[in-house]
């Protein structure tokens, strides 16, 4: 069985600092871990994936997470907010068993001016 | 190349009535999944299907059946519906169902129980 932790369900942050989206997860076999980002209304849009390879991947609109196995963490980060990141992003976790999604609860983004 | 599209966007229903929501899926992807997301909650898996076949079910009673078409659209159909079960349903399509496939979600179906 395969479950993720997302810590804080909601982060405040002023525009240009930096953003820092928590994910923990749990798997017995080797993961494959997402990060989604929900706008208002809208469905999921993949921001980034590590499969396999380099731990750090770099994804759209400047997010990049990296993948530690030792703490079983997969945070997500930006240098910089802009008040556009405003928004719900979910971390998600599969296995080799295929392409179901376990999803965290979710962090709501907020960008203040 | 068109996206993944659902249809209707929302939905009221009664408690006890059954419900059919529609998903097609992008050109060329013969996979399609569906979740369930309550308010506030993360997504959940519903299940999963590949060439017209049932490729996964996640922790949800047998009410919630599903159908996949020769064109790789697809139905989820809910019966004997409960007031738990309002919620957004997203679908997802896939090219296929191998680890790390980018999964290309629809805008969701709000269906509300009252």
């Known amino acids: 069985a395969q479950s993720v932790t997302q810590l804080g369900s909601h982060v405040s942050v002023s525009e240009g600092a930096l953003v820092l989206l928590r994910c923990n997860y749990s798997?017995?076999?080797?993961?494959?871990l997402f990060w989604y980002v929900q706008y208002p209304n809208q469905g999921l849009q993949l921001l980034l994936k590590?499969?396999?390879?380099?731990?750090l991947v770099k994804g759209i609109n400047g997010f990049e997470a990296e993948f530690k196995k030792s703490e079983t963490s997969f945070h997500l980060t930006k240098p910089s907010a802009h008040m556009s990141d405003a928004a719900e992003y979910f971390c998600?976790?599969?296995?080799?068993?295929?392409?179901?999604?376990?999803f965290g609860g979710g962090t709501r983004l907020m960008v203040k001016p | 190349e068109t996206g993944v599209t659902q249809s209707p966007t929302h939905l009221i229903k009664t408690r006890g009535q059954q419900v059919t929501l529609r998903c097609s899926s992008q050109?060329?992807?013969?996979?399609v999944s569906w979740y369930q997301q309550a308010l506030g909650q993360g997504p959940q898996f519903i299940f999963q299907?590949?060439?017209?076949?049932?490729?996964g079910r996640g922790n949800f009673p047998p009410r919630f059946s599903g159908l996949q078409f020769p064109n790789y659209s697809s139905e989820l159909n809910v019966n004997a519906l409960e007031l738990d079960d309002s919620a957004l349903y997203l679908c997802?399509?896939?090219?296929?169902?191998?680890?790390?496939?980018?999964?290309?979600f629809g805008p969701g179906t709000r269906l509300t129980v009252t």
């Open positions: 997802a399509s896939s090219l296929n169902p191998g680890v790390g496939g980018e999964q290309y």
């Open positions: 798997s017995s076999v080797p993961p494959y």
């Open positions: 590590y499969t396999t390879g380099a731990t």
């Open positions: 998600a976790v599969t296995t080799n068993a295929g392409n179901m999604l376990t």
């Open positions: 050109s060329g992807h013969n996979t």
């Open positions: 299907y590949y060439r017209e076949e049932e490729n």
